[in-house]
């Protein structure tokens, strides 16, 4: 009895052999009968009808429901294929979706021509087409802020906008903030409180502050930290990074007031600064959360 189960256990595991080993290969067939299928397709829409009428042919022989699964898909009546799928799909004009594009992006003040595909972002545009290496690649999911860059004077992760997405709007990295050679005041100011340590997440940081001081949002540290959240220092350069940014805004006010005397001959309103500007953004503790909601839905 031992005997007999035995074999009766192996002939059961080499029925089940045969069994995925036919499976296996009827799954190969079905995958090339597709394959042949949809390049028979493009050649037709080509208008090569040699090619198109030989690849439908190997392709029925090899699996027929293959290619008529693959006829459904690709949204061609199939009532023009009934017989011969070659001689239906002569002259017929496939829909299929654009896959490279040429695009104009205006960088740094600069227009460059570029070919790209649908899928590139516009961090491997500039990076690797256009060779701007200041926006950093971190996460490539939005999470680090490496990658931020100016668009329009927005503050946006190049990680999450395709390449297409930006034409016809001005993109500013990190190297144009210093056309003639001078440090912008944010980069200036970077320097002076020592807000970096390996400084691999800088050029996002500074992005960051730019556009934040432009939104009127480095008004407190507690603004500051709150709008910067989304740029991450893996080193912990965070409470020099804000002295940072509030010197950058300040040096900002004092400027635009400086111009505001010049052209009225009035005094600038002193900006808040300090426990005003703690107390005007606290004093209301209903108002709070109000503004802080609106403030997350604008950014």
């Known amino acids: 009895p031992r005997l007999s189960r035995f074999r009766q256990r192996r002939t059961q595991k080499g029925e089940q052999y045969v069994a995925e080993e036919k499976f296996a290969a009827g799954s190969g067939a079905h995958r090339q009968a597709r394959r042949l299928a949809e390049v028979a397709l493009q050649a037709g829409s080509a208008g090569d009808e040699a090619t198109a009428g030989r690849l439908f042919a190997e392709a029925n022989r090899t699996d027929p429901q293959a290619v008529q699964d693959v006829l459904q898909e690709s949204s061609v009546d199939r009532s023009a294929h009934a017989g011969h799928a070659p001689d239906a799909v002569v002259g017929t004009q496939q829909e299929v979706p654009r896959q490279v594009f040429d695009i104009l992006l205006t960088v740094n003040d600069a227009t460059h021509r570029l070919t790209v595909d649908a899928r590139t972002t516009l961090l491997d545009a500039l990076r690797d087409r256009l060779h701007l290496t200041g926006t950093k690649r971190g996460c490539d999911l939005g999470q680090c802020g490496a990658c931020t860059v100016l668009l329009d004077g927005r503050r946006i992760n190049a990680c999450l906008m395709l390449a297409v997405m930006a034409r016809g709007h001005a993109i500013t990295t990190v190297e144009g903030l210093s056309p003639d050679g001078r440090l912008h005041p944010v980069q200036q100011a970077f320097i002076e409180r020592d807000a970096f340590q390996c400084g691999y997440c800088t050029p996002g940081q500074i992005m960051s502050a730019i556009g934040l001081i432009s939104e009127g949002r480095a008004i407190t540290d507690a603004m500051i930290r709150e709008h910067m959240s989304g740029n991450i220092c893996r080193c912990g350069a965070y409470t020099n990074i804000v002295d ?18 010049d052209a009225t001959g009035d005094a600038a309103p002193e900006p808040a600064t300090g426990n005003t500007a703690r107390q005007e953004a606290t004093h209301d503790t209903a108002l709070q959360p109000a503004l802080r909601d609106t ?3 604008e950014v």
């Open 244 to 261: 940072a940014v509030r010197d950058a805004a300040a040096a900002q006010a004092a400027k635009v007031g400086t111009a505001w005397q």
């Open 295 to 297: 403030a997350r839905q």
